[in-house]
Nanobody, 125 residues
Framework: QVQLVESGGGLVQAGGSLRLSCAAS????????MGWFRQAPGKEREFVAG???????RYADSVKGRFTISRDDAKNTVHLQMNSLKPEDTAVYYC???????????????????WGQGTQVTVSS
């Protein structure tokens, strides 16, 4: 079993930055594909960014050029650097992990077995 704990959320003004972190325990972190998803009130959970164990990266179109995903296998941690934040980025952000998912399905939430509890990101205008 893998446990995921997100941190780094908060309130920021539009144009600002936040760095989310997701600490993993209980599994072989380097063998997991890691993803970030978000869910705004009244909306479905949506893919934000993903990073495969081989280094393949994918971003949602809405965050390309503003967000950067990275992983530190030595510290069992994945980060999401969020720059130029917009009010529409406001959501609960979730970290997800799976060691069987194909890179092709990286953006599909229902393919991930493990989820964190989420961290709130609020961007004021």
């Amino acid at each position: 079993q893998v446990q995921l704990v997100e941190s780094g959320g908060g309130l920021v003004q539009a144009g600002g930055s936040l760095r989310l972190s997701c600490a993993a325990s209980g599994g072989t972190f380097s063998s997991y594909l890691m993803g970030w998803f978000r869910q705004a009130p009244g909306k479905e959970r949506e893919f934000v960014a993903g990073l495969s164990k081989s280094g393949g990266i994918r971003y949602a179109d809405s965050v390309k050029g503003r967000f950067t995903i990275s992983r530190d296998d030595a510290k069992n941690t994945v980060h999401l650097q969020m720059n130029s934040l917009k009010p529409e980025d406001t959501a609960v952000y979730y970290c997800a992990a799976d060691n069987r998912i194909s890179v092709v399905f990286m953006a599909l939430a229902n393919k991930y077995d493990y989820w964190g509890q989420g961290t709130q990101v609020t961007v004021s205008s």
